[in-house]
Structures are given as structure tokens and as C-alpha cells.
């Protein structure tokens, strides 16, 4: 009797430890010099909202349309300016890494300077007590300037564990003057709790994970003078909730989706993942290069001009809403008719046979 009550107790110490929860320590997230391959696809009919203790989540299904290769570039390869900005005495502002981006429409405005501006990127601070934003930069001429936030942007709060909740915010002042008359600011609030623990399958196999979910509100405005007097124009409030699934030591989220919300709904606009490589790379950088979108912004007509060949051009609004689509079948160049978008900040999508580019359109 006493032997079986011993091999119980051994039997429920394990099943204890196999069910325990994970943590989530620095080391977890990407160090310069990390990549990471992530795929991508644009709307799935899986549950990604339900959560809890001990949970079990079944993502096996997802199926990339494209992937890309995310890439966390050392601090020392900015130009003099940044390594002046966020160079390892720039103190709170010493940066990790940067990646390209493309969450400020910024560098889409090329079509209307006498300069050529490209190639925004955001800089992290990786850190045992929390993942930062600090600022971004943007090539003016192929010389890398720098624009430090504000306030920094908390987008980690570390160890994080099951049941943590944090509030940050950022602020985020870009002038490019005196190349250009044109201001932007970017002001966000995010909300972060750790909603859930268990396990997780994705394309990528099977894993102990914590899901942490982001509420973000974004209010952006841009200061422009390419419409008679110089005037701020406040963008459409960015209002979203980012799903994420984490595990120990893959640098990254195994998943993240991305949801509008609206009136109490939510619409997925973009799901990305992390998975074995297969063929379909689109990176940022080599896809966005293809393609010139102009003018941006715009009042009725827009212009693409490309080396790929597009197929498909489809619009959605800041909800995730498709809200146009056109068909070119495998057109180099071609316009497009906005007159009867409403004004705003539109995620375009160009499908090419290439892969899909994403780009930001704003329509006044």
C-alpha cells in the first residue's frame, strides 16, 4: 500500500511539471544579429480569441501564402547620425537592434518631394526588465536620420508570467524639415495581459506557451503643405487587438494575429507565423523596392508602377474590411480609381507573382 501511494505521488509530481506554466525571461526574445522566418496569410476562420489556464490551442491547419525573413540588424550598421541617436552611449536611447518597417506611412510620401526618402525602421531596446520602442529612422537621400520617441514604448514588461498586466505608451515626433514641409505624429496606447497558458500546435509542431494579448489605440496626425496652405490632418483612430503565442527560446511569437475592432467586433487583418522555410520569401525590403505607389496621399486617382508582374490590388480599411478589389492580370503599371473611398488610412495588398506587397494608402 505504501509502495503504490509512493508511485502516485511520483506519477502526479510529473503530470504536474509536464502541465506547469512557462515564463517568458529576456532571453526568449531576439538579440541582434537573430533572423527569424515568418509566414503569413490573410484571414482564417480558426478560433484565435478563446483562451484560459492550461489551454490547448490547434493552429495545425494555417497555411502561408507568403513568408519573409525577419531580420534584427545590429545598431552598428546606421549611419553616423543613428550610431549618434542610438549608439551605446545614447543611454536610455542605446538601442539592440532595428527592423523595416512599415507602421508609418512616411516613406510613401517620396512621390511628392524633391527628395527620395525609404527604408523606414524602428529601434528596440532589449533589456532583462522589458522590450522597448525608442524611435525610428528613414533614409533622406540615403543618409539614415534618426527620430527618437518622446516617451518610449513599453512593449514587454519582464519576466512575464501567466496573469501579468501592463500599460504603456509612445510618442512619436517626426519632422523632415528642412527637406521637406512635413510633420507626423504618432501617439499610442497599449494594454498588455498574459490571458492564458497551455499548450499551442502550429505549422511548426507542438509547444508549451503563454498567449499575450496587446489592446492598442493609435490617434496619428500629418502635417502637410502639398494642398494649398500648410495644414494637420488627423487619421482615422487606430483601434486593434494583437494576439500572440509564446514559448521558450524561439526569439519570437510563434503566432500573431491581428484584429480590428469596430463597434464591438473584430476582423482580422493579418496573421503571421513562424514556420520552416518553403519557398514563398517575399522580403520587405526586395518586395517594396518593386514597387512605386503614387501619389500618396491621394484625392481620386492612384498609380502603381512595378517590375512584377500584379495581379490584384485589394483595399481594406482600419477595421479589416476589403472594401475595393481590382483585377489587372499581370499588369507592370496601372491606375486605380479612389473616388469612392471614404477619406483615410487604407492597407493596400498588391499580389504579384512574387508575393503579396503591403503597402499604407491615405485617401483625403
Known amino acids: 500500500m505504501i509502495k503504490n501511494t509512493f508511485f502516485l505521488c511520483i506519477l502526479l509530481i510529473l503530470s504536474a511539471k509536464t502541465k506547469a506554466q512557462i515564463s517568458l525571461a529576456v532571453g526568449d526574445f531576439a538579440n541582434a544579429g537573430d533572423t527569424v522566418r515568418l ?3 490573410t484571414n482564417s476562420n480558426l478560433d484565435f480569441v478563446s483562451t484560459g489556464t492550461n489551454y490547448t490551442w490547434d493552429f495545425s491547419s494555417l497555411t502561408a501564402s507568403t513568408q519573409s525573413l525577419k531580420e534584427y540588424t545590429p545598431i552598428g550598421f546606421g549611419s553616423f547620425l543613428i550610431l549618434a541617436t542610438y549608439g551605446p552611449f545614447a543611454g536610455s536611447y542605446a538601442a539592440t537592434y532595428f527592423n523595416l518597417t512599415t507602421e508609418l506611412p512616411i516613406d510613401q510620401l517620396s512621390a511628392f518631394l524633391p527628395i527620395q526618402i525609404s ?6 531596446k532589449r533589456a532583462n526588465s522589458g522590450i522597448t520602442s525608442i524611435g525610428y529612422s528613414i533614409n533622406v537621400q540615403g543618409q539614415g536620420v534618426p527620430f527618437k520617441s518622446d516617451t518610449i514604448e513599453t512593449r514587454y514588461s519582464l519576466p512575464l508570467t501567466f496573469g501579468d498586466v501592463h500599460d504603456s505608451r509612445g510618442y512619436t515626433f517626426v519632422d523632415l524639415n528642412p527637406a521637406a514641409d512635413i510633420k507626423y505624429i504618432q501617439h499610442r496606447q497599449r494594454h498588455t495581459e498574459v490571458d492564458g497558458w497551455g499548450t499551442v500546435t502550429t505549422p511548426l509542431g507542438t509547444f508549451p506557451a503563454l498567449r499575450v494579448r496587446h489592446d492598442i489605440y493609435e490617434i496619428d496626425s500629418i502635417y502637410q503643405t502639398f494642398f494649398g496652405t500648410g495644414s494637420w490632418i488627423g487619421t482615422p483612430a487606430i483601434d486593434r487587438t494583437e494576439y500572440e503565442w509564446w514559448t521558450n527560446g524561439k526569439k519570437e511569437y510563434l503566432l500573431k494575429v491581428v484584429a480590428s475592432n469596430f463597434n464591438g467586433n473584430q476582423n482580422i487583418s493579418s496573421i503571421e507565423f513562424q514556420q520552416q522555410y518553403l519557398g514563398l520569401d517575399a522580403g520587405l525590403t526586395e518586395l517594396t ?3 512605386v505607389l503614387y501619389p500618396n496621399p491621394t484625392e481620386d486617382l492612384c498609380f502603381f508602377e512595378s ?5 490584384d490590388v485589394i483595399f481594406y480599411n ?3 474590411e ?3 478589389t481590382s483585377s489587372f492580370n499581370g499588369v507592370q503599371n496601372a491606375w486605380m480609381d479612389m473616388h469612392d473611398l471614404s477619406p483615410g488610412v487604407y492597407t493596400c495588398q498588391l499580389h ?3 508575393g503579396v506587397i503591403v503597402r ?3 485617401k483625403l
Not at 527604408?119 to 528596440?124: A, G, W
Open 39 to 41: 509566414s503569413q496569410m
Open 119 to 124: 527604408d523606414l525602421s524602428q529601434y528596440t
Open 289 to 291: 523596392n518593386e514597387l
Open 307 to 311: 517590375n512584377l508582374a500584379v495581379n
Open 318 to 320: 482600419q477595421m479589416g
Open 322 to 324: 476589403k472594401v475595393a
Open 352 to 354: 504579384t507573382n512574387k
Open 360 to 362: 499604407k494608402l491615405t
